[in-house]
């Protein structure tokens, strides 16, 4: 085995492509994939980082902030997916209140 490190991903087929980013600590970040590294570090261009609920930290808000060009430390990066071809759904193990 080398001892070169490689990532698991396979992210070649997202560049100039729109990702979207989730980082530890909650914060949840999207825009252009423009390149990575074998640590897992992500340059993205045009990134927005959308804004955490007040009353639930784990939930983000519709409001954003513009960043621009940015770079996630490979080490913060939790989920890394394309924005294209993925929609929100809702909840199919939520119970309804009165069960």
């Known amino acids: 085995m080398s001892g070169r490190k490689e990532t698991v991903l396979d992210l070649a087929k997202f560049i100039d492509k729109g990702v979207q980013v989730k980082l530890t600590g909650g914060r949840?970040?999207?825009?252009?994939?423009?390149?990575?590294?074998?640590?897992?570090?992500?340059?993205?261009?045009?990134?927005?980082?959308?804004?955490?609920?007040a009353d639930d930290p784990l939930k983000t808000t519709d409001q954003t902030r513009r960043l621009?060009?940015?770079?996630?430390r490979g080490t913060a990066?939790?989920?890394?997916?394309?924005?294209?071809?993925?929609d929100e759904i809702a909840n199919p193990f939520l119970q309804p209140d009165g069960i």
Do not use: H, W
């Open 28 to 53: 949840q970040v999207t825009g252009t994939l423009k390149g990575y590294d074998q640590l897992l570090n992500l340059v993205l261009d045009e990134a927005l980082e959308f804004f955490r609920d």
């Open 68 to 72: 621009g060009l940015i770079v996630c």
């Open 77 to 86: 990066v939790m989920l890394v997916s394309p924005t294209d071809g993925t």
